[in-house]
């Protein structure tokens, strides 16, 4: 078993990575203050693994939810069912929830912990590719709007994290390739030898060979942790890891949610920032292409629907968390391994590359 330390202060905690552990009662209780827990599942993934769990805290009042599947639930209705079951069990702020599942379960569930009596203690248990190398590390909790994605949340860090790799083996092959996105990110905006490394190496991640996706899954922690602890609260640096974001979180929007799974439109997005990066002459050709080919690989979109218009993508940009006083701002490329926060994008360039549709990066 890998572990890595986040150090944040007085919120600081492991991250272990291995094959198994999920049913390690014994780090599991090291982690549990109280008699009380509470597991936040899906419908689809709490009966493959919730028992697992529950069988090793034996001796615990151990209460759990399963939550509807799919980025259309991750909305404020399914974080008050958290709620109601919270309070129907009677737990107390000394209570511990546990998450068990994606993205999607790991964000509510933790924005629930975060505000449930003030705050009540959060374990991460990630049970897919998006969610263990980038989802569960952080503190970022947040269920979405109708209106814009992620812009009601907290920051809320977990009392450890739980990643067993084991669990890839039931994840759909369309999830699993979508958490790519997520990866192949972290080497673009950081990691130019990791980004090497995935273009030599994709192949046996595809085929869920375990040394591979061990050592994929650990470097993507340590990247997202490095970050995480330099900048918490996404003040500066942090806000690199939302390459693509803008960009995706727009076509999630505007496809209503759960109709582009968000590593789609995350790789997507991130193809967009690399043409506009090449557009403002800040990004080589060749490497905005290299970016373009390493998603088309990993079988991922490289170009977003084209129903959206640009007055559409525009306008959902403008609710971008990462917009200052109505100015978008843009995660953009300088080279691969190296990112930027850019203001005021010239109009006419981000214009030709939301128009560029399957001809991106061939400026």
């Known amino acids: 078993m890998e572990i890595i330390e986040l150090d944040l202060g007085a919120d600081s905690y492991p991250i272990y990575i291995g094959h198994g552990i999920l049913v390690d009662g014994e780090l599991l209780r090291s982690h549990i203050r109280s008699s009380q827990v509470f597991i936040v599942s899906n419908e689809t993934v709490g009966p493959l693994y919730r028992q697992r769990v529950v069988d090793s805290l034996a001796g615990f009042q151990v209460d759990s939810v399963d939550l509807p599947d799919g980025e259309a639930f991750k909305n404020l209705e399914t974080l008050n069912r958290i709620f109601t079951s919270l309070l129907e069990k009677k737990h107390n702020r000394s209570s511990t929830l546990i998450a068990i599942g994606g993205g999607v379960v790991g964000d509510t569930a933790g924005f629930a912990a975060a505000c449930y009596q003030r705050g009540i203690d959060l374990i991460q248990i990630p049970t897919s590719l998006l969610s263990q190398v980038d989802a569960s590390v952080g503190g970022k909790t947040a269920v979405n709007h109708s209106l814009g994605k992620n812009m009601i949340g907290a920051f809320y860090q977990p009392k450890c994290v739980i990643v067993d790799i084991e669990t890839l083996n039931t994840l759909p092959r369309r999830e699993f390739v979508a958490g790519l996105a997520e990866v192949i990110k972290h080497g673009v ?79 997507a997005g991130m193809v967009m920032a690399a043409d506009l990066s090449a557009r403002m002459g800040r990004l080589p050709g060749q490497e905005c292409r290299r970016v373009k080919n390493l998603v088309a690989k990993a079988g991922l979109p490289v170009s977003p629907p084209a129903e959206i218009e640009a007055p559409r993508y525009q306008e959902l940009m403008q609710v971008d968390k990462k917009a200052v006083d109505g100015t978008v701002r843009f995660v953009l490329l300088d080279a691969i391994g190296t990112a930027s926060l850019v203001d005021n994008v010239d109009e006419e360039l981000l214009l030709q590359t939301l128009a560029a549709g399957t001809a991106l990066c061939e400026v």
């Not at 991640?205 to 375990?210: S, W």
């Not at 990247?223 to 974001?245: F, Q, S, W």
């Open 189 to 267: 905006i950081r990691d130019l030898q990791f980004f090497q490394w995935l273009e030599t190496n994709l192949d046996p991640v595809l085929n869920l060979e375990m040394d591979s996706l061990s050592y994929l899954v650990k470097r993507n922690c340590q990247i997202k942790a490095e970050v995480v602890c330099a900048d918490e609260k996404e003040r500066g640096i942090r806000a690199l890891l939302n390459l693509g974001h803008t960009f995706g979180h727009a076509v999630e929007t505007a496809m209503g949610y759960g109709n582009w799974l968000h590593g789609e439109a995350v790789a």
